[in-house]
């Protein structure tokens, strides 16, 4: 006869495991800005993506384990053609999708041994940016809304806390790549323990290192669109060089505030006084 072992605990064993594999990997952020959204991942590698197009105006990021993530995105990709052919393509959002992600994962999660080690984002460019839509769907097929930003995998909260000071609404491209690069780079910057996992040293990600893929407002028809070469280079150049130009400017103002002013009094020995104290 096999041990008993109570539901909620077998549930419970579920839960960390899937977490701490999805927290093995490095940490990834989609952000909206003016002209659409933006997608940044760490990925030294040319072939396999962590961002990927779903449809005309979707686009998928993961984290966690390829060969589970890779299998989701076909299956999203495949769907979403099966959806836009026998209705509309207007049919196909990126809500529905996100949806259909979280009962696959749900189902994963409480019939299988071992749930996946995935945490799924799905993102859509509206023609205005309040129509934008990011959802996170996690291993257990949970689902949340995210409005303006999100940050997963890795140390996510981490992350997610430089993102929340740095995010504002209506931001050029280059100040979005900043402040996704800034996100990233928080774990780095941390404790010494923690500086070694996760993330890693992240603070001058190259362009070979990154994955950054956007979905342009601008384009009528299929937006997804990837950056790379000399075009993320330029980016990637312009947003530290912001970075760099509003670090002095707040240096130079904490010195101003610090410096005393002229109409205080002197604070050393007065004249006439050997030990400063007045005759």
């Given at each position: 006869?096999?041990?008993?072992?109570?539901?909620?605990?077998?549930?419970?064993?579920k839960?960390?495991?899937?977490?701490?594999?999805?927290?093995?990997?490095?940490?990834?952020?989609?952000?909206?800005?003016?002209?659409?959204?933006?997608?940044?991942?760490?990925?030294?590698?040319?072939?396999?993506?962590?961002?990927?197009?779903i449809?005309?105006?979707?686009?998928?990021?993961?984290?966690?384990?390829?060969?589970?993530?890779?299998?989701?995105?076909?299956?999203?990709?495949?769907?979403?053609?099966?959806?836009?052919?026998?209705?509309?393509?207007?049919?196909?959002?990126?809500?529905?999708?996100?949806?259909?992600?979280?009962?696959?994962?749900?189902?994963?999660?409480?019939?299988?041994?071992?749930?996946?080690?995935?945490?799924?984002?799905v993102?859509?460019?509206?023609?205005?940016?309040?129509?934008?839509?990011?959802?996170?769907?996690?291993?257990?097929?949970?689902?949340?809304?995210?409005?303006?930003?999100?940050?997963?995998?890795?140390?996510?909260?981490?992350?997610?806390?430089?993102?929340?000071?740095?995010?504002?609404?209506?931001m050029?491209?280059?100040?979005?790549?900043?402040?996704?690069?800034?996100?990233l780079?928080?774990?780095?910057?941390?404790?010494?323990?923690?500086?070694?996992?996760?993330?890693?040293?992240?603070?001058?990600?190259?362009?070979?290192?990154?994955?950054?893929?956007?979905?342009?407002?601008?384009?009528?028809?299929?937006?997804?669109?990837?950056?790379?070469?000399?075009?993320?280079?330029?980016?990637?150049?312009?947003?530290?060089a912001?970075?760099?130009?509003?670090?002095?400017?707040?240096?130079?103002?904490?010195?101003?505030?610090?410096?005393?002013?002229?109409?205080?009094?002197?604070?050393?020995?007065?004249?006439?006084?050997?030990?400063?104290?007045?005759?």
């Amino acid at each position: 006869m096999p041990f008993y072992v109570s539901p909620e605990q077998v549930m419970r064993d579920k839960a960390d495991y899937a977490r701490k594999g999805v927290a093995r990997g490095r940490s990834c952020v989609a952000l909206q800005y003016a002209g659409g959204i933006l997608m940044v991942a760490p990925n030294a590698s040319s072939a396999l993506h962590k961002i990927s197009e779903i449809y005309d105006r979707i686009a998928f990021a993961a984290v966690g384990r390829y060969n589970e993530y890779e299998r989701l995105r076909q299956a999203g990709v495949t769907y979403a053609d099966v959806t836009g052919y026998q209705f509309d393509r207007n049919d196909v959002t990126a809500r529905a999708i996100a949806n259909w992600y979280a009962q696959q994962l749900g189902t994963i999660f409480t019939d299988s041994n071992k749930p996946f080690e995935v945490e799924i984002v799905v993102a859509e460019v509206g023609d205005t940016p309040d129509s934008d839509q990011i959802y996170r769907i996690t291993f257990d097929g949970s689902v949340t809304d995210e409005p303006g930003f999100v940050a997963f995998g890795g140390q996510a909260d981490q992350v997610a806390a430089v993102l929340k000071e740095r995010f504002s609404d209506g931001m050029s491209l280059t100040e979005a790549l900043g402040a996704a690069l800034a996100a990233l780079a928080a774990p780095a910057s941390g404790s010494g323990s923690s500086a070694g996992q996760g993330n890693g040293a992240q603070a001058e990600q190259t362009a070979a290192q990154l994955e950054v893929a956007i979905l342009d407002r601008a384009r009528a028809h299929r937006t997804f669109r990837r950056l790379r070469g000399a075009r993320l280079e330029e980016l990637l150049a312009e947003s530290r060089a912001a970075a760099a130009s509003s670090a002095a400017d707040d240096s130079s103002r904490d010195a101003a505030s610090s410096a005393p002013s002229s109409d205080e009094p002197p604070t050393g020995p007065t004249p006439g006084s050997k030990d400063g104290t007045p005759k």
